[in-house]
């Protein structure tokens, strides 16, 4: 069963930092996603990562995976604070579910 | 608007009621997932249809049963409501497998009091 584990779960950061969050998962997965979800909202997808060493950048954000380390990361460049959210990582588990990490809540402050 | 449509929005009901929460896939998308987000256990996997049959289960409470209708659109209903069932729960869809990824829906609000 595949288990995926984020951290840190809560980040406090000021504009115009850079920060990364980790996305461990403990079983082989082929497959890696990223969501962002603003409070009461729905879950956006930012990236799909499909292959070891797969990278995406969209604007501050940039989402790498790691296969063999089990590992993705989300990298936050120069943090503006519209970039605050609750951000998830799902893994996919066969060829149908996706199962999320618990979220890591990000504020950015001015 | 992503494309998924879920109603109602909120819900507000008692415990032992029973609900029925609805689903419209995005056009074309033949794949509907349920979840159910709360904040002791996340994001969890209820239960997966593909073109009417149901394809994978998972932590789905015998009290929960959920079916897809010819027309695709799907819904989750949920009976003899505890106050632990309070929760969002989203629908998203998908083409077919879900190799790229879901399209989530604005998901409904259940509170049961």
């Known amino acids: 069963e595949l288990k995926v584990e984020q951290n840190p779960l809560f980040l406090s950061m000021q504009e115009g930092k850079n920060y990364t969050i980790y996305c461990n998962y403990s079983?082989?997965?082929?497959?890696l996603y990223w969501y962002r979800q603003d409070p009461g909202k729905s879950l956006e997808s930012l990236f799909v990562?499909?292959?070891?060493?797969a990278v995406k950048q969209e604007g501050r954000l940039m989402a790498s995976l790691d296969t063999k380390a089990r590992l993705s990361t989300l990298h936050i460049t120069a943090a503006v604070h519209d970039l605050s959210a609750t951000y998830f990582c799902?893994?996919?588990?066969?060829?149908?579910?996706?199962?999320f990490g618990k979220g890591t809540k990000l504020t950015v402050n001015p | 608007d992503s494309g998924v449509t879920q109603t109602p929005k909120h819900l507000i009901t008692a415990t032992g009621q029973r609900v029925t929460l609805r689903c419209s896939p995005r056009?074309?998308?033949?794949?509907v997932y349920w979840y159910q987000q709360s904040l002791d256990q996340g994001l969890q996997f209820l239960i997966q249809?593909?073109?009417?049959?149901?394809?994978a289960k998972g932590n789905i409470l015998e009290r929960f049963s959920a079916q897809q209708f010819p027309d695709l659109h799907s819904e989750l209903n949920l009976s003899s409501l505890e106050l632990g069932d309070s929760a969002l729960y989203f629908c998203?869809?998908?083409?077919?497998?879900?190799?790229?990824?879901?399209?989530f829906g604005s998901g409904t609000r259940l509170t049961v009091v």
């Open positions: 990562l499909l292959s070891n060493g």
């Open positions: 249809y593909y073109n009417g049959e149901e394809r």
């Open positions: 056009s074309g998308d033949l794949s």
């Open positions: 799902a893994g996919g588990e066969g060829s149908e579910k996706l199962v």
């Open positions: 079983t082989t997965s082929d497959r």
């Open positions: 998203a869809s998908s083409t077919s497998g879900a190799r790229y990824g879901y399209t």
